[in-house]
């Protein structure tokens, strides 16, 4: 049931459907949205008038019971542990694209597969084996979430630590839990540092929903930058490092209030970014990455320049070379690894860069176990930044649909990631990737065991696999008029009393929905 109601009668609990102006004509984030503290009522009556309240989706005393219909309406993610929520049933459609394969480091005959063959070759590279689906045992019968993803993350057993769920006494969520840092944790991290760097522990210190809204003016500002950036190269000028030095000093900013943010409007605007915002992305992750591991803000700087820079010589490539779909031959390969070159060649021209931002460029195709380019070099001969640059660099790749390959879903990336550990990249490092941008990262899909779809929009620091996600489907794939958001780390359960979790990972783009049909970022 809808009702208009005034914004100095709005109380927590309140589900709101709709205002009395467009949605693009203020802050809110999220088409629809459940009132979960005072705050958001004030931002709501500085914003309206009125406002549109479902009561069939609203919480506690502001819940009312709609008119019985044959299947019951959705409501509100519960804000409670255990509490019920309305029974769905698993669908029997099936995706418009096959879930793509994981892409372990051999082949089913032990052969190593060329990771660089995977990242640049697309089709042409050899197939490897079929990925295992999340949520499924080999005979089809469902398994509790974090039983099937805790084994297909094995290796990394320190990274799915169980806390308190905790409890809540009212509608409103406590805040997001952030767990104290055990000894061995913090040792773990401060090893992978270089000597004279004190590791500092950062906390989140605004939510995501109050810091998208900065994060925002820093992607498109940082675009706008890096399409200049792109201009004026071509055109013969020098690289202005001022500005760039600038906009990825704003992204530390927003990465160190709360990195969510940013890594969500990245996802939301790849589409929309230039040609060259795969560095964008890049260096969001890199500078998230920076943190986790605990470098100090100018550090964090460098590593944004790193991913802000690091394909810049492709400027030099021909557009051809770039777009092609399919393999590339030997000589074409040949060729496009010379972008590392090309842009150690423009960086020189250009005064002031730290040396460990030059490192972190010219070796961020290098790989641990010297199958890398162009120099080959083996383990700790690549730079900190450089062997960071390359984990970054790749999931960033491969969750983005290329000319010659298409995207596999975040989770497939992070199990790409997990067993290329020790191979190519540096386990422990690894590890603190998956840590920093999250199993689930922000703004991806994903799948629950009810079949609906939904969005990953915020990170539970203490249990990596229950986020709080937002529904955007029904479980036949069809997208709901109000998406409802709901916090796994509650435990919720279908009105059966079946527990909900995630089921898997999904690409982008997966049943044709699009993220930005359901934010406004």
Known sequence: ???????????????????????????????????????????????????????????????????????????????????????????????????????PPRDDAGRVVNL??????????????????????????????????????????????????????????PPPPQPEESPQELAARAALLPPGIVVQTYRDSVPVEVEVVKAREVIQKTDEVLDKLVIDIRGGHLLEIEEVEEVVNDMVESIVRNPDA??????????DITTYGHSLQVAVY????????????????????????????????PRDLLEKEGKLSPEEFTLAKQHVQFGLDILASTPNFHPEVIEGIAHHHERINGSGYPEGLLGTEISLFGRMAGIADCFAAITKRR??????????AMRSLSGWAGDYFQEALVQQFISSVGVF??????????????????????????PRVLVVTGPDKTPVGFPSLLDLLYDPKTGDEKPIFIRRGLAAGAFGLDLKDFYLA
Request: charged share 25%.
């Open 1 to 103: 049931m809808e009702t208009k109601v005034p914004t100095t009668d709005l109380r927590v609990g309140m589900f709101v459907a709709d205002l009395d102006r467009p949605w693009v004509d203020t802050p809110f984030l999220l088409q629809g949205f459940l009132v979960e503290d005072d705050e958001q009522i004030r931002e709501l009556q500085q914003h309206c008038m009125w406002v549109i309240v479902d009561r069939a989706r609203s919480l506690g005393d502001e819940y009312e019971a709609p008119a019985a219909i044959e299947h019951p309406p959705r409501f509100a993610a519960p804000q409670q542990p255990a509490t019920a929520r309305p029974q769905v049933e698993t669908s029997s459609a099936k995706p418009s694209e096959p879930a793509p394969p994981r892409p």
């Open 116 to 173: 660089e063959d995977i990242l640049t070759q697309g089709a042409g590279a050899k197939r490897l084996p079929g990925a295992i689906v999340p949520g499924m045992t080999q005979e089809g019968d469902e398994e509790s979430g974090e039983g099937v993803i805790g084994r297909v993350f094995g290796r990394m057993k320190g990274l799915f630590k169980r806390g308190a769920s905790g409890s809540a006494e009212n509608a409103a969520p």
């Open 262 to 271: 940013l890594m969500w409007v990245a996802r939301l605007r790849e589409q």
């Open 286 to 317: 890199l500078t998230a990455f920076g943190r986790q591991l605990g470098f100090p803000k100018p550090q964090l700087s460098m590593l944004g320049q790193v991913g802000l820079l690091l394909d810049i010589g492709k400027i030099k490539l």
């Open 403 to 412: 000319p010659y390959a298409e995207a596999v879903s975040s989770y497939e």
């Open 441 to 466: 990262p922000v703004g991806s899909l994903i799948e629950l065991n009810t079949g609906e779809v939904a969005i990953v929009v915020a990170h539970n620091k203490v249990r990596r696999l229950k």
